[in-house]
């Protein structure tokens, strides 16, 4: 038998502290079908990523409203081969940003969607099959060979041949390269909006993907042309230590988000950073660390406004788009 203690005379305890308990939780009562009306109910739900995408979208329209900002756009190359290509294109239609930090699956899947079609499919199809078929899978969605591999290699090696041949350059950067694919690229492409609105972008990973390897081969017949990735960095220090302020918007992880928070470490810090991720933070890696870890490497400020939010891009992204354009204040 569990012998019975008297409980020992608790001290009186203090009544809550105000200044923590500030925000009470508010039901839904959704009266709406505006998605600005429904994101910004978000705030007060107390729902757990609800809230850190209501913030978030708070953060990013103060950061687009911040004359003296300087803003990032980072994102992984995947979420070009869906339909969020359109939201990318458009944020840089409407100059939303002044940088684009990306990787070469971005710039493959935006010149091969150019010409030519993606299909949607399912997660669970066969891949011995599809193979068979001549049909890559990612994701869910279905890519044909021909409408990829093919239709890079004929747009980046006739750019190519255009700068080397036509405009006799023997030493180039990446971002400059890819400002000329995306001088050829049509409307739909978020390459030839960079170039439009001279907003370069930066692919530190350049010769991961078709893009890279074309360069490669190129160089195979044309020894004296070069790709001077260090200009690329030169461009990166030119924005970080110009600028009064720096914010960014990092949709994925890896390689285009740690170079967007590497670079802002050199000027203390952004000031406004905003995170979306599905991947957990136990794991030590860059994808899966919060926005606040940054901080203690210098690279986010102590004080920055800064949210990570977890949760699946495509999903998210025209939510957080829409919001930002449909509710300006």
């Not at 004359?67 to 458009?90: E, M, N, Q, W, Y």
């Not at 350049?206 to 190129?218: C, H, L, N, T, Y």
């Amino acid at each position: 038998m569990i012998p019975i203690v008297s409980p020992r005379k608790s001290k009186q305890k203090k009544s809550p502290n105000k200044k923590i308990l500030v925000r009470g939780v508010k039901d839904y009562e959704i009266k709406s079908d505006s998605v600005t009306s429904i994101v910004n109910d978000m705030a007060n739900s107390g729902g757990f990523e609800s809230t850190n995408l209501s913030v978030g979208t708070q953060i990013l329209r103060k950061m687009g409203k911040d004359p003296s900002c300087t803003r990032f756009l980072s994102f992984v190359g995947a979420i070009l081969s869906t339909g969020v290509r359109g939201i990318i294109r458009d944020m840089l239609k409407h100059k939303m940003f002044d940088c684009v930090i990306t990787t070469c699956g971005a710039l493959d899947h935006d010149i091969a969607r150019a010409s030519a079609k993606y299909y949607s499919g399912d997660l669970r199809m066969d891949d011995r099959m599809l193979h068979k078929h001549n049909v890559h899978r990612l994701g869910n969605i279905l890519v044909p060979q021909d409408s990829y591999g093919p239709r890079i290699e004929e747009a980046v090696q006739s750019c190519l041949k255009t700068v080397y041949y036509d405009k006799s350059i023997r030493n180039i950067s990446p971002h400059e390269l890819i400002k000329h694919i995306g001088s050829t690229l049509d409307e739909s492409s978020f390459l030839y909006w960079a170039f439009k609105n001279d907003i370069p972008v930066i692919v530190p990973g350049i010769v991961d993907g078709a893009v890279g390897s074309q360069i490669w081969f190129f160089h195979q017949q044309h020894k004296d042309f070069n790709i001077d990735i260090l200009s690329d960095e030169t461009k990166l220090s030119d924005f970080v230590y110009e600028a009064k302020k720096t914010g960014a918007f990092m949709i994925g992880g890896g390689i285009s988000k740690h170079h967007t928070l590497w670079w802002n470490q050199f000027r203390g810090g952004l000031d406004y950073a905003v995170y979306i991720t599905t991947s957990s933070e136990w794991d030590g890696s860059s994808s899966g660390a919060l926005v606040a870890e940054a901080i203690s490497w210098g690279k986010v400020k102590d004080m920055a406004m800064q949210t990570t939010i977890h949760g699946e891009a495509t999903i998210l992204l025209p939510f957080i788009y829409s919001t930002l354009t449909t509710n300006p204040k």
